[in-house]
């Protein structure tokens, strides 16, 4: 496995809500203990139901929301103590592209503004360098270099991502967090940003935590895949090993909801019921449980371990070892 780069243990966001002067309020368990690394140029996906805390993990780790406890480490620096200064110098070394691009792009200044904005902000460059730089940039993820005059809503929203990414990549970042960046896009377009990531990702070197719904995107895209459930890891593995031989009732239902290329071919489907519970309340013992058509009484009393198989795939389900997920359902 390739050197980490990032290093995440126990990491922790408990929202406090409704707290008043005369209420206690409660706590919502947005990530509850979630470990795990993603090596120098890997490319590492996260994949979990709508409020399972995809997003919150991303911007726990650049620090865009405070961890409540745990540790993330770049390069061996720790990110989580840093001082607001010492934060702003690591910003150049860990970027994030968020899916809407053109919520995030300010709309009155020009494409070649914002991107030397970023270089100004951590003083790359003069101003002659950071002109030619801006240029060099937009080539870089395929655009014209005299987009640099134009203003955002000029621009479709795949260039707009691409100059999302264009601002990610200015400062020469080695990590990026990608949050669900093609799902905002027409799905003709989708294909081209993640060509692009791909391309970039191989020509930079880079290391990228990837947010996303689409399992075929991610199992393109990414090398190894994380599957979260209500704050908590389930499953971690190469995406390879974790495709084919799903070792957690979630994933196999995950993979079991994704759209088949033969719809014609008749499955044995596991499918969810109900919703995600709520974070605030979460069951006891496995937060899975409540769903999961394999779970038995001693799920609801003991909180699943992330156990490691030979495969280096690692699981939190108590039933792993018994459980072939490559079968049918009896
Ligand atoms: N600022 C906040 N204050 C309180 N609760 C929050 C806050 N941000 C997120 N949450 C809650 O934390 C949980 C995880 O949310 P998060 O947005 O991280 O999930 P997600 O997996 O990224 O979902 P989606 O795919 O819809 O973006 C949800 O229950 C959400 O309501």
Sequence with gaps: MAEPLLVVEDLKVHYPIGKTLFKPGVTLRALDGVSFTVGKGEVVGLVGESGSGKTTLGRAVL???????????????????????????????????????????N??????????????????????????????????VGLPRSAAARFPHEFSGGQRQRIGIARALAVNPEFIVADEPVSALDVSIQAQIINLLQDLRRELGLSLLFIGHDLSVIEFLCDRVIVLYLGRIMEMGTAAELYSNPRHPYTRALLDAAPVPDPTVRRERITLKGDLPSPINPPSGCVFRTRCPYAVEACAEVVPPLETFESGHRVACIRSHELDLRKPLS
């Design 107 to 140: 709309p009155r200044m020009s494409v070649g503004q914002t991107l030397a904005e970023a270089l100004m902000l951590h003083k790359i460059g003069t101003r002659k360098d950071r002109e030619q730089r801006v240029g060099d940039l937009l080539e870089k």
């Design 63 to 105: 620090r865009l929301v405070e961890p409540t406890s745990g540790k993330v480490q770049l390069d061996g620096q720790e990110v989580t103590t840093l001082s607001a200064g010492d934060l702003k110098a690591l910003r150049s070394k860990m970027q994030i592209i968020f899916q809407d691009p053109y919520a995030s792009l």
